[in-house]
């Protein structure tokens, strides 16, 4: 991949003043520190949680290329197996693991061979690739950009909250949008896992059982 996820450096959040805004530090605002470290951990997370869906990805593209895998194969050859399986680690390995490959270049191949694929629904595959490449900006913004930290007047007191640095826009970091990232990345994998069991002929039942 070309952009690997960085770790957060001590610079990765800080507290944002504008001209004439005051912080205030009593026994009303709920210490800093423990709140910073939260969204480092969360950071990580969103960062990792990533990488997994593009490790998914991976083994759909892998299974796509397998020629025995299409609705008309009646291949029966130990040897021609065996060539395939050999065929689909070099690609994993030396091609999809590859700092040249990164997962924008994946989702765009995705999408084309499964146009062309007997399997495959090509709508379903549109719509899988979009939420992908929203997949993909969201480990970019949390592996490149600042998380900027602002406090607000509550009526307790005051209280913190956190943002991604965009330089001209500040993207708000609560639940919601949280909940929205969960949801994405949830329905992502669960896709990306779905079509691989598809190709391989495996129902989602099937699934569950050779997993007990």
Known sequence: ????????????????????????????VPPL??????????????????????YALDSLLVELIDPLKTLNSVIDDPNMKKAVEDLKLIVNAAWLKSRDTNMRLKIEILNKTAKYHPILNSDEIDSLASDLHKVHNVRNDFAHRMMVIKQRKTKDGFDWDVYLDYGDKKLLLDTS???????????SLKRLEDLTRKLNGETETEERKNSA
Do not use: C, H
Not at 33 to 54: C, L
């Open 1 to 28: 991949m070309n952009e690997r996820p960085k770790l957060p450096t001590s610079r990765d959040l800080w507290v944002e003043l504008q001209p004439g805004e005051s912080v205030y530090v009593d026994e009303k």
């Open 33 to 54: 520190d423990p709140k910073m470290a939260r969204f480092r951990q969360i950071r990580g997370n969103v960062v990792a949680y990533a990488i997994n869906i593009e």
């Open 177 to 187: 949008y949280f909940r929205g990232i969960d949801e994405l990345y949830t329905r």
